[in-house]
């Protein structure tokens, strides 16, 4: 069972007209990645609202910049961007059970300051956070070690290089 998909492209949220409170299609792709493939508009009861694209950053209040499809904050410095940006890393290296509560409670305390710093993490990093404990910390652990075993190209598709998927990470590998 699919509890929720998202959408991170603009293009695709227009191509489809999905609005927030919609009724979507999802079906499966790969392995586990759900994708919204139709809005079922004959649901809509009149509460759905159009999807506003931000002018400024929710988190850190400085300009968003698009290009190509992609929204993101202009702020290097910006903790929902590195938040996002370690997403995509323990994504790519498909590290398990490591969801978005957990990372950004991790980068805001500080733990977490890098894509590289989840390698660092340690049980009582983890434990001691909201909703942890030590059995679920060291689970936490143990799929980060797994996750050292990765492919380089794996890596490399993490590390947020515009224009580099998993197929120029293949290619740099």
Known sequence: TVSYATL????????L?????????VTRRGDVIPKVIRVEES??????????????????????VKTSVIIRCENESCQGRLAGNIEDFITCLEIKDF????????VDN??????ASIFELKVEDISNLDRQGD??????????EEAKSQPLSHVIAGLGIQNIGSSAGQVLA
Do not use: F, M
């Open 8 to 15: 991170h492209n603009i293009e695709e949220i227009r191509r």
């Open 17 to 25: 007209n999905v609005k927030i409170n919609d009724t979507v299609v």
């Open 43 to 64: 649901l809509r009861t009149g509460i759905e609202e159009d999807i506003q694209i931000p002018s400024i950053c929710p988190v850190c209040g400085k300009p968003v």
């Open 99 to 106: 969801g978005t509560k957990l990372i950004e409670q991790l």
């Open 110 to 115: 500080g733990t977490l300051t890098s894509q």
């Open 135 to 144: 059995t679920s910390a060291k689970k936490i652990i143990k799929h980060i």
